[in-house]
């Protein structure tokens, strides 16, 4: 269970107003009555909130607060000019005047709650034309992802692709798809979110209901997508095609694009329109040539033809359609040339130990 926001302060109206941002933000809270402050209390707790009235008592007290990270100083007077020589005092990160960032204070209160540290690596996934293998695809990185040990969240934002839900086999799983999250705006909670969605293969799946609705509003996808990231690991997203306000918002926040193009002529022609129009949001866009290759049509021209580049050549797997009817989702296989693709991509895309991502 996590722990409790830590309050330190003995104004009543500041005090009202912390415990009401806790409760909005969806974190238990924990306060400091009184002269002293619990030393366990204060170095364990994710954030600490101090108001400027207890500062002061604080650098006064006989050994003074311990240095440590997340403290915020809270306060209400901007003409005051010293608050900022307190905040430095008691080794705060920021101070933080209300009302007028009670927003931004909502946001670090939910993250510290949900231990949020490093964003998820996202990856979108598309194709240069229709039936290029981009959904499929889409779940084999899910899938080695998750049989990796990432924590992983798979986003169908294809309303009219079938379901990635069906494609790994659970299509009557019990969770949350698309429609519950229509309505959704502002901060949406990640563990919440998470915990709501079809459990499949390891990873979580945010697919679509066999209903009639085909339409998530932008301001839910950056919501949802949003949340999604906060919890860290790898999230994966199968694009549409086609470019409407709620893709924008997806393509916003991905980290890398990814092109399935198989080695045909007009698959080419095709693709070349839809990295037009990617390339205008996308800073970040690779080609996978979907093979076999033929003679002067290799991987690296095709993606040269594309002004991509290239990420790697994806070879045809045996079986792989009767294996998916039989409830093997793709990319489950570990010799199979899906796996061999996504673990190899996976490698030189997730982050090294301290460090940030490496190129794909």
């Not at 231990?115 to 889409?138: D, F, N």
């Not at 309303?159 to 790994?168: A, H, N, Q, R, T």
């Amino acid at each position: 269970m996590a722990e409790s926001i830590l309050i330190v302060t003995e104004d009543t109206e500041l005090l009202d107003d912390l415990l009401r941002l806790c409760a909005a933000a969806g974190a238990e809270a924990e306060v400091a009555h009184g002269a002293l402050v619990k030393e366990g209390s204060w170095r364990s707790a994710p954030l600490v909130l101090v108001g400027d009235d207890r500062a002061g008592p604080l650098l006064g007290s006989l050994y003074g607060p311990a240095r440590r990270p997340g403290v915020l100083l809270v306060g209400r007077d901007l003409d005051d000019h010293q608050v900022w020589e307190r905040g430095v005092g008691i080794g705060a990160e920021h101070v933080v005047f209300l009302p007028d960032a009670e927003s931004w204070l909502t946001g670090r209160i939910a993250d510290a709650a949900e231990g949020v540290g490093r964003q998820a690596l996202t990856v979108g996934v598309t194709g240069g034309r229709g039936g290029a293998g981009a959904s499929t695809l889409a779940c084999a990185l899910a899938v080695t992802a998750a049989r990796a040990g990432q924590r992983t969240v798979l986003i169908d934002a294809d309303p009219l692709g079938g379901g990635l839900d069906v494609l790994l086999g659970g299509g009557s799983a019990e969770g949350l798809r698309w429609p519950a999250f229509a309505e959704s705006r502002g901060r949406v909670g990640a563990v919440a979110l998470e915990e709501s969605l079809p459990r499949l293969h390891d990873l979580r799946v945010l697919s679509w209901d066999r209903g009639a609705s085909v339409l998530v509003p932008p301001e839910a996808m950056r919501a949802v997508l949003g949340a999604a990231r906060r919890r860290g690991g790898v999230v994966v997203v199968d694009l549409p095609r086609r470019m409407d306000e709620a893709v924008t918002e997806v393509l916003a926040q991905l980290d890398l694009g990814l092109l399935v193009v198989p080695a045909e002529l007009r698959a080419v022609a095709a693709a070349h329109r839809v990295a037009g129009r990617l390339a205008m949001v996308l800073r970040d866009l690779r080609a996978v040539v979907r093979g076999p290759c033929g003679a002067g049509l290799g991987d690296a021209e095709i993606a040269r033809l594309l002004g991509l580049p290239l990420a790697g050549e994806l070879l045809p797997e045996k079986g792989l359609l009767e294996s998916v009817d039989l409830g093997v989702p793709p990319g489950a296989m570990p010799n199979g040339p899906l796996a061999r693709f996504c673990s190899a991509f996976w490698a030189r895309a997730l982050p090294s130990e301290g460090q940030g991502s490496v190129p794909a």
